[in-house]
């Protein structure tokens, strides 16, 4: 419309976001490390979505969904590996990232409400992300997973 200023993006298509070269490696490796090392983890966020739906939404970062019991074994592995990790929030969320990527990973909800337990990967389907064989949350964990986030 004239005299609208110009609309942002949707942040939602068809089309694969364009990753920077460093940034899918970055994610590829993580997800090579934790299958090498047998560390039982599912893909969650956007990847999960778009492997469901064929919606791709726009993403600064790879969500991986692990049991408590399991986030330690995969942050001691990342940091002999050189990334910088943190646990951000003991009852759900913890980081590893270089440079300027991120990879989350989730044991739960930020109100402690749902946890992550080892059916929620047990149930994870089968995928291909960012050329890695991995798996992807089954489509009812993917929405509980999403009942207390706003996308």
Avoid at 40 to 62: C, E, N
Avoid at 123 to 150: M, Q
Wanted: charged share 20%; proline share 5%; net charge negative.
């Amino acid at each position: 419309m004239s005299g609208q200023p110009d609309m942002p993006l949707p942040v939602t298509s068809s089309l694969e976001p364009e990753f920077t070269k460093s940034q899918a490696a970055l994610y590829r490796e993580v997800l090579l490390l934790f299958n090498q090392h047998q560390i039982p983890y599912a893909v969650s966020g956007a990847f999960a979505l778009q492997q469901h739906t064929g919606i791709w939404r726009t993403t600064k970062d790879l969500d991986l969904f692990l049991t408590s019991e399991t986030v330690s074994v995969a942050l001691r592995l990342l940091r002999k590996q050189g990334y910088h990790c943190e646990i951000l929030d003991p009852v759900w969320l913890a980081k590893a990232h270089r440079d300027d990527f991120f990879v989350d990973m989730i044991t739960g909800m930020s109100n402690a409400a749902i946890t992550v337990t080892d059916s929620w990967v047990a149930r994870a389907r089968p995928a291909v992300v960012v050329g890695v064989e991995t798996r992807v949350l089954a489509p009812e964990e993917l929405v509980a997973s999403k009942v207390f986030v706003t996308r």
